[in-house]
């Protein structure tokens, strides 16, 4: 909800249908529409609240049936809006810098939140190297990896997906998997997969 890149239950139903049909025709962001659209494109699409609706009880049941979802599917756009007011108003007590304080912590931190999310979903795809035969095009890429905290490391995701960790190397670098490890160990994540799988040699695509 910070990054502003939607909703929970919207983010989930749609990184679930692209895992469902990754690369394929019912893909939301698949790169054989153009580099371009798995970039940033495929955001653009107006869709009316009943496709989300039907969108949200197909990918996200679970979520779907839990009332705070709800709530932060009404509500998601408010907590940047509020970010805004508040960085407005420390920046003009600072010494009249408000405006400043809104671009540089606000518009600019999202604009790069977005891009660095949105390669995950058009370089990743299309540059890289390949631990595991998947049945998509997902890719390493080391540069994504650096700017996503991990999840650069995209063909090791999507081979196995329900992996807390996506850096499958020792020189893979998972900032979000050191993240969940301190979490866990403070004993606020549990029943975390992490057992990670011998690679394989992929084939040349």
Request: aromatic share 14%; net charge neutral.
């Amino acid at each position: 909800m910070l990054s502003a890149e939607g909703s929970p239950m919207q983010w989930v139903a749609v990184h679930r249908l692209h895992h469902a049909n990754s690369d394929d025709v019912d893909d939301p962001h698949s790169p054989n529409d153009g580099f371009w659209w798995s970039h940033m494109l495929w955001f653009l699409p107006y869709d009316t609240a009943e496709e989300n609706d039907r969108l949200h009880r197909r990918w996200a049941p679970d979520l779907y049936r839990d009332p705070v979802f709800h709530l932060f599917q009404k509500t998601f756009i408010l907590v940047s809006v509020a970010l805004g007011v508040l960085l407005y108003a420390a920046g003009e007590w600072a010494g009249g810098l408000g405006v400043s304080w809104v671009l540089w912590g606000l518009c600019l931190r999202l604009v790069l939140a977005y891009h660095s999310t949105w390669f995950v979903n058009s370089a990743t795809h299309l540059w890289g190297y390949r631990n595991y035969e998947t049945t998509d095009m997902s890719r390493n890429l080391w540069w994504v990896a650096l700017l996503s905290y991990g999840e650069g490391w995209h063909n090791n995701h999507h081979a196995h997906q329900r992996l807390a960790v996506h850096g499958h190397k020792w020189w893979e670098i998972d900032v979000t998997w050191n993240v969940i490890r301190l979490l866990r160990v403070l004993g606020l994540a549990t029943k975390v997969q992490d057992r990670i799988p011998q690679p394989k040699v992929a084939a040349s695509r």
